[in-house]
C-alpha cells in the first residue's frame, strides 16, 4: 500500500530557505517517480517538481527551477525538496505525490498524497 508522509513546513520570511522530505513507503523511489504539487488557499493545485525512476528531474516553471530542487535518497526512500529565496507566492500546502506505474516526468496525475506540509512565507 503507498504511503507518503511530507516534513519539513514552516514559516519563512521572503528570501529564506526551507527543505521539505517525504518518506515513501508501498514502493520504491528506483520503480516509479515522485513529485510535489502544492495547493494555495482559493487556487486549484500546482506541479512543482518531479524526480523520475532513473534519477531526472523537471520543474513546472523556470522560477521554481532557478529556486528549488528535487533530490532523492534511495536507500532511506525518501524524496526531498530544497526551497531557496522563496517569495510569499509560494504560500501554500505542499503535497508529495505520485502515479501508478508512472515512471517518467512530469507526472500525469496524482494517484497518491500525503496529508501535505504547510509553508508560508510572510514578513
Known amino acids: 500500500q503507498v504511503h507518503l508522509v511530507e516534513s519539513g513546513g514552516g514559516l519563512v520570511q521572503p528570501g529564506g530557505s526551507l527543505t521539505l522530505s517525504c518518506a515513501a513507503s508501498g514502493f520504491t523511489l528506483e520503480e516509479r517517480a515522485i513529485g510535489w504539487f502544492r495547493q494555495a488557499p482559493g487556487k486549484g493545485r500546482e506541479g512543482v517538481a518531479c524526480?523520475?525512476?532513473?534519477?531526472?528531474?523537471?520543474y513546472q516553471t523556470d522560477s521554481m527551477m532557478a529556486r528549488f530542487t528535487i533530490s532523492r535518497d534511495t536507500h532511506k526512500n525518501t524524496v526531498s525538496l530544497q526551497m531557496n529565496n522563496l517569495k510569499p507566492e509560494d504560500t501554500a500546502v505542499y503535497y508529495c505525490?505520485?502515479?501508478?506505474?508512472?515512471?517518467?516526468?512530469?507526472?500525469?496525475?496524482?494517484?497518491?498524497w500525503g496529508l501535505g506540509t504547510q509553508v508560508t512565507v510572510s514578513a
Open positions: 524526480i523520475s525512476m532513473t534519477g531526472g528531474t523537471s
Open positions: 505525490t505520485t502515479e501508478s506505474g508512472g515512471r517518467s516526468c512530469p507526472l500525469r496525475e496524482y494517484h497518491y
